[in-house]
């Protein structure tokens, strides 16, 4: 079997970093790298990658290219390239992407969709 790997991502390669202290509600749209690790609750429109962080938690319908989140998450999730969930992750919500990658100890409770998106054959 193939090991997948996440990579980790460093935060000063991020345009917009939402910091622990923020508790922010609302409509969010974005085109460049965004990271959440405060409190978000509300509807993530992007066409750009989506990072939440290990504390973080996120009450909302998501729609981005790629989302990698170590936090919390409550809502639909739509990437439109990839989703990852590390070990530290917890989702409850329904997901449709192209491909998805889920270390062990992550939680996920929802309905998983996944159909041909702009990923490499």
Do not use: W
Not at 8 to 17: F, K, R
Not at 53 to 82: H, M, P, Q, W, Y
Not at 100 to 116: F, H
């Amino acid at each position: 079997m193939r090991d997948i790997r996440i990579n980790q991502i460093d935060e000063n390669e991020i345009d917009t970093v939402l910091a622990e202290d923020i508790d922010f509600s609302g409509v969010l749209t974005f085109k460049k790298p965004l990271m959440i690790k405060g409190s978000f609750t509300g509807e993530i429109n992007s066409s750009s990658d989506l990072y939440i962080g290990e504390k973080a938690f996120v009450k909302a319908k998501i729609e981005a290219n790629c989302v990698s989140a170590k936090g919390r998450i409550e809502g639909d999730v739509v990437a439109r390239s990839r989703v990852e969930f590390f070990s530290t992750a917890s989702m409850k919500g329904d997901l449709s992407t192209p491909e998805l990658v889920m270390e062990s100890g992550c939680k996920y409770n929802g309905a998983c969709s996944m159909s041909e998106g702009k990923h490499e054959k």
